[in-house]
């Protein structure tokens, strides 16, 4: 099932009247291995989709060369190219940092129309960091947010709480 899933996903970019833009995220999973995980974002039938595209190990790095591979190996496979992106946006993937040797840059050398950006999470992140005191810790609230939504379970237990303390945090919904 899955493979017809991503077949018919390749299909809708191959047909899509418009360019598709890229997510890659890399991550460690439990058995401390990184995983490279893409996720795209495409035209069909006038409206915007987003789907799972691939994930693949990265075995060795987490290199320019080896993020880069499983997606253009991805690509060959599926007929697809680089003329058919307009934008990349990195999560986590340690290599876009740095102007000459970033995952961008390499993409770009690819293919120049592509615009290339760092996810906004991760930049407020970044930003946070170089904050005055008083507003950083104004900030912290973001990090209570993100630790309570992070768990299913969390996120119940306060919802519940907060029920039973009189406060609406799903704005009436449930």
């Known amino acids: ?6 077949a018919q996903v390749v299909a809708d970019l191959i047909s899509s009247p418009a360019k598709f833009s ?10 401390n291995l ?16 987003e789907d799972f595209l691939l994930c693949k190990p990265l075995t060795t790095t987490t290199k320019v060369a080896e993020v880069k591979k ?8 599926k007929n697809l190219s680089w003329d058919m992106v307009s934008t990349v946006c990195s999560d ?28 906004i999470l991760h930049r407020h992140a970044l930003a946070t960091k170089t904050l005055p005191p008083k ?18 379970l969390r996120h119940r237990i306060f919802s519940e709480l907060s029920k039973e303390m009189g406060s609406d945090l799903n704005g009436g919904k449930h």
């Open 1 to 6: 099932m899955s493979k017809d899933i991503l």
């Open 34 to 49: 990184n995983q490279l995980a893409v996720l795209v974002r495409y035209v069909r039938d006038d409206v915007i989709n």
């Open 135 to 152: 507003l950083a810790e104004v900030l912290k609230i973001v990090d209570c947010v993100n630790y309570m939504q992070s768990s299913a």
């Open 92 to 119: 986590r993937v340690p290599v876009t940092l740095g102007r000459k040797s970033c995952f961008g840059a390499v993409v770009k050398a690819d293919a120049p129309h592509i615009i290339v950006t760092h996810c």
């Open 70 to 77: 499983p997606v253009d190996n991805f690509f060959k496979d």
């Open 22 to 31: 890229l997510l890659l995220n890399e991550t460690t999973d439990v058995s």
